[in-house]
Antibody, heavy 122, light 107 residues
Framework: EVQLVESGGGLVQPGGSLRLSCAAS????????MDWVRQAPGKGLEWVGR??????????EYAASVKGRFTISRDDSKNSLYLQMNSLKTEDTAVYYC?????????????WGQGTLVTVSS | DIQMTQSPSSLSASVGDRVTITCRAS??????LAWFQQKPGKAPKSLIY???SLQSGVPSKFSGSGSGTDFTLTISSLQPEDFATYYC?????????FGGGTKVEIK
């Protein structure tokens, strides 16, 4: 069974940093691209970014709203995905989901974690 | 960036109704379109990818159609467990973008 479990959320002051983790199990993590998606309270879904797999040099893509502030990384030996968030703003307050990306003709999300809440407030 | 516009933003329907949700892309995205279902307080669930392909385990009452810029998600016979918010997402080009969501409520 595919499982994705996020952790590391919490309350942080504007300008601060936070690192989210996503522990993966039930599949060969190293084979897959992985995404981060967020959802501000009462709002819709917003794609944050993607990391590709080793075969694709672990390259990353980011939304403009987080580029230069957020960094996605992964440790395939630990089956873990990370989101390092720096220079946090109040508008980064959201539930952050990690999502597995699968290749079946194209690269698309198939599984989601349960999410972790990040609150940026003074 | 490609803008995804869903309509309606909300709808009221009865159990057994056929429901159709529309998603329009601001430019052509071929068939690189996914649909997700989200219930209150829960993570999204993947329903459809490549505009028409059902994710494993998703019941056949859900179907998707379209290509290019115009897409639809249809629920053939609405059941109580289908009341939720539905999102489309384009993955033709970065940044990936979602529609604003369609909330399906009980009439």
């Amino acid at each position: 069974e595919v499982q994705l479990v996020e952790s590391g959320g919490g309350l942080v002051q504007p300008g601060g940093s936070l690192r989210l983790s996503c522990a993966a199990s039930g599949f060969t993590f190293s084979d897959h691209y992985m995404d981060w998606v967020r959802q501000a309270p009462g709002k819709g879904l917003e794609w944050v970014g993607r990391t590709r797999n080793k075969a694709n040099s672990y390259t990353t893509e980011y939304a403009a709203s987080v580029k230069g502030r957020f960094t996605i990384s992964r440790d395939d030996s630990k089956n873990s995905l990370y989101l390092q968030m720096n220079s946090l703003k109040t508008e980064d307050t959201a539930v952050y989901y990690c999502a597995r990306v699968v290749y079946i003709g194209d690269y698309h999300i198939d599984y989601w974690g349960q999410g972790t809440l990040v609150t940026v407030s003074s | 960036d490609i803008q995804m516009t869903q309509s309606p933003s909300s709808l009221s329907a009865s159990v057994g109704d056929r429901v159709t949700i529309t998603c329009r892309a601001s430019q052509g995205i071929s068939n690189y379109l996914a649909w997700f279902q989200q219930k209150p307080g829960k993570a999204p669930k993947s329903l459809i990818y490549a505009a028409t392909s059902l994710q494993s385990g998703v019941p056949s009452k859900f179907s998707g159609s379209g290509s290019g810029t115009d897409f639809t998600l249809t629920i053939s016979s609405l059941q109580p467990e289908d009341f939720a918010t539905y999102y489309c997402q384009q993955y033709n080009s970065y940044p990936l973008t979602f529609g604003g969501g369609t909330k399906v409520e009980i009439k």
